[in-house]
């Protein structure tokens, strides 16, 4: 079962453009949305995350937009650049007993192609 | 900062072999986990380390995976005997605190099992 549904899988932009990618949760429990960018050869790097108190959060070019009832949360890449051309994952996670979020559940990525 | 560190960078290995991959955390982190990639399945959690103790190991595949963090600064995960199944590329990811918030990834190693 798929807890984490990610769309599109790959993403053509023109250099300046906005770059939007979506994700769709089904767990309500999930408390703790972050976006990982991964280069190839690379790791994933967590880029920004969110929790569902807030609707939306902002780091220099790249917001995530967040709609609790809906179950969906998305990035927003603005003025994308050709450096920004990598995979993205969204993921999420519910809160341990102990007050930890480190199980995330990965959505399965997009690739993500800024052209000049 | 030299970030997580993880060798071998590739692995080739025939059938039966056992596989090691080592893991050198960011140092003061506490926290360490492994994960795998695969085009099928995605990224997966194997193992959780806190403080050099496994927290949750839930997401080993089988008795084959075994891992190990003897001390702060070093981590294995080894599969005895492999197989081709267990191609992929394996990650290894460190944090500091116990919220466990995954921050950093290591390049990762490719292992092929023929």
């Known amino acids: 079962q798929q807890q984490v549904k990610q769309s599109p899988q790959s993403l053509i932009v023109q250099k300046g453009g906005i770059s939007i990618i979506n994700c769709a949760y089904e767990n309500t429990a999930f408390d703790y949305f972050p976006w990982y960018q991964q280069f190839p050869g690379k790791g994933p790097a967590l880029l920004i995350a969110?929790?569902?108190?807030?609707s939306e959060k902002k780091e220099g070019r790249f917001t995530i937009s967040f709609n609790k009832s809906a179950k969906q949360f998305s990035l927003h890449i603005m003025d994308s650049q050709p450096g920004d051309s990598a995979t993205y994952f969204c993921?999420?996670?519910?809160?341990?007993?102990?007050?930890?979020?480190?199980?995330?559940?990965f959505g399965k990525g997009t690739l993500l192609t800024v052209n000049p | 900062d030299a970030g997580v560190i993880q060798s071998p960078r590739h692995e080739v290995t025939e059938m039966g072999q056992e596989v090691t991959l080592r893991c050198k955390p960011i140092s003061g982190h506490n926290s360490l986990f492994w994960y795998r990639q695969t085009m099928m399945r995605g990224l997966e959690l194997l193992i959780y380390f806190n403080n050099n103790v496994p927290i949750d190991d839930s997401g080993m595949p089988e008795d084959r995976f075994s891992a190990k963090m003897p001390n702060a600064s070093f981590s294995t995960l080894k599969i005895q005997p492999s197989e081709p199944r267990d191609s992929a590329v394996y990650f290894c990811a460190s944090s500091q605190g116990t919220a466990g918030v995954l921050r950093d990834f290591g390049a990762g190693t490719r292992l092929s099992v023929l």
């Open positions: 969110i929790r569902p108190d807030v």
């Open positions: 993921a999420a996670s519910e809160e341990t007993e102990g007050g930890s979020n480190y199980k995330l559940t």
